[in-house]
């Protein structure tokens, strides 16, 4: 079946470092997306990998193994205003959304 | 330049009724697609349109059609409304980029509650 699993909520300090995992199981893959999405907004585009390795852009950095099934969101130098929900999508056979990761980010 | 752009912004229905939800795609881009979200889940890809016609379709039952206009921009129809209908309703744009849509820009989304 086609799957993507993601925590469902993860708490971390203003200044730190949080990395959250995404493991996928999808019939085609032509990419994998990262989202933020704030409480009541759309989602907001993050990044895209669809080769492995890290795709680094500022304060966040996107990995992707390919033969694993895996990719990871990093977020360094963690803001107040980063607390919101990071959604793990896949584009295959369609675009598949996990149910997102809500992060809370505490002074 | 206008970001995606969708409405209404809320809506109230009866189960059974219609609804027709609107979307104006980012300017440039060519590919529309709608998306379910219901509270605290992801979004669930309902169907994507380009060039006029529906190129990708989710799990959803017939009862959700949709459209796309020369203009790009897109409707969303939704017959014998459920409860379980009740969700935001997001639709995203993306320019095509050889087989594979790379960045979709979402709307605000319509907010849907179904009585």
């Known amino acids: 079946g086609q799957n993507i699993d993601q925590p469902t909520e993860m708490t971390a300090t203003e200044g730190a470092i949080v990395q959250i995992n995404c493991t996928y199981q999808?019939?085609?893959?032509?990419?994998l997306f990262w989202y933020q999405q704030h409480a009541g907004e759309a989602p907001t585009f993050l990044s895209y990998?669809?080769?492995?390795g890290l795709e680094e852009k500022g304060r966040f950095s996107s990995f992707l193994s390919r033969s694993k099934g895996y990719s990871y969101l990093l977020l360094k130098e963690l803001q107040m205003k980063d607390s919101a929900s990071y959604l793990c999508?896949?584009?295959?056979?369609?675009?598949?959304f996990g149910a997102g990761t809500r992060l809370t980010v505490k002074p | 330049d206008a970001g995606v752009t969708q409405s209404p912004t809320h809506l109230i229905k009866t189960r059974g009724q219609q609804v027709t939800l609107r979307c104006s795609p980012k300017s440039g881009h060519d590919t529309v697609s709608w998306y379910q979200q219901a509270l605290g889940q992801g979004p669930q890809f309902i169907f994507q349109?380009?060039?006029?016609?529906?190129?990708q379709r989710g799990n959803f039952p017939d009862r959700f059609s949709g459209h796309q206009f020369p203009n790009y921009s897109s409707e969303l129809n939704v017959n014998a409304l459920l409860l379980g209908d009740s969700a935001l309703y997001l639709c995203?744009?993306?320019?095509?980029?050889?087989?594979?849509?790379?960045?979709?820009?979402f709307g605000p989304g319509t907010r849907l509650t179904v009585t």
């Open positions: 999508a896949v584009s295959g056979n369609d675009m598949r």
């Open positions: 999808t019939s085609g893959f032509n990419g």
């Open positions: 990998n669809v080769l492995d």
């Open positions: 349109y380009y060039e006029e016609e529906e190129r």
């Open positions: 995203a744009s993306s320019l095509e980029v050889g087989q594979n849509p790379y960045e979709q820009y």
